[in-house]
């Protein structure tokens, strides 16, 4: 496994991380002995960070984690977030008391006294022009409530307003094969302002993967099923937001480009990983053998330029007409 710097933190993390997302929550039935099996097998192959959320199966997601960690002896910094259980989900709830309320409940299900780091979930627009919000993470910093704090956003506009804020650490965002426009100018900006950048939905849901079918079907209780024209929440979360059919199109066409005994779940990881203001990607794991999958990624080496060129031109033609000015 290989490392990168996380912003300025001084934490060096694993470059291919686990995303807790489906463990708890909204991916089908999961069962929490193998999702305690593949976040055990992440951290022996030696993934050192966890991407959650308070609201990952209500808590669950986190709890597995907090039970896990207590199992482990090894550095395992867990990033979690904020927001979502507001309700209603406004501006205005993003205020001292409720994030510091939520943040309780988080240290309580993790079994910390500190939280490594804390996002804001893909906040309401006005929360990036409200320095109060950020102030009272500040104080919730002081306080020794959290260690470091970042937010997790939509659009790339929403991260460059974020990093304004000198105290935010990480951005993460959706950046994949399927969703490019991050790289133009965000990572640019992350880069100057030494931010780190968590890549997440890296697989397009597992779209990218290369598993999936015309006639694949999902269960009643997986995004993939209740999300698909953004039902619940954004429809770019599901699939990156590409249709489910242009996506197989352009899956095939992307499988001609794998190197030998590369998966097609490794190239879209590799891929990833050929930028360097990305940190991390976190894709999310619910089998150890997924998990071993997804970080053999680490040792391979870098795509050629020319793979990267063909990759960039099913991008264009085939995806970027669907995504690229919407997200
Ligand atoms: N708003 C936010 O802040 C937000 C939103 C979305 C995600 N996230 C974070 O980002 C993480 C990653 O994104 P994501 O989980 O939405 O999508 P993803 O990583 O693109 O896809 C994950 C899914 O792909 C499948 N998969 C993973 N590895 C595989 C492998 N090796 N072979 C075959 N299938 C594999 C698994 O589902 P199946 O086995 O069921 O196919 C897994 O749940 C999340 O877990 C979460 O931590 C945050």
Redesign the pocket.
Known sequence: MNYRELGRTGWKVSEISF????IGSA??SVDDSESTAALHRAIDLGVNFL???DVYGDGRSERLIGQVRKERSEQIYVAT?VGRRFDPHTAEAYNYDNIAGCVERSLKNLGTDCLDLLQL??PPHPVYYNPDVFGALDRLTEEGKIQYYGL?VKPPEEGLKAIEYPNVQTI?IIF?LFRQRPAELFFKEAERRQVGVLA???????L??G?MKLDTSFPENDHRHFNIKGEVFDRG?TFCGVEYETGLRAVEELRQLLPKGVTM?QFALRWILMHDAVTCA?????RPA?VE??VATSDLPPLSDEVMEKAAEVYNRLIKPEVHYRW
């Not at 976190?282 to 619910?286: C, L, N, Y």
């Open positions: 995303g807790a997302w489906a991916w089908g991407d959650t959320a977030k979930h893909c997790s993460q994949s997440r939905v890296p697989l397009a849901s597992g990218l993967t598993k979360e779940t976190i894709p999310g794991g619910k997924q999958e997804n």
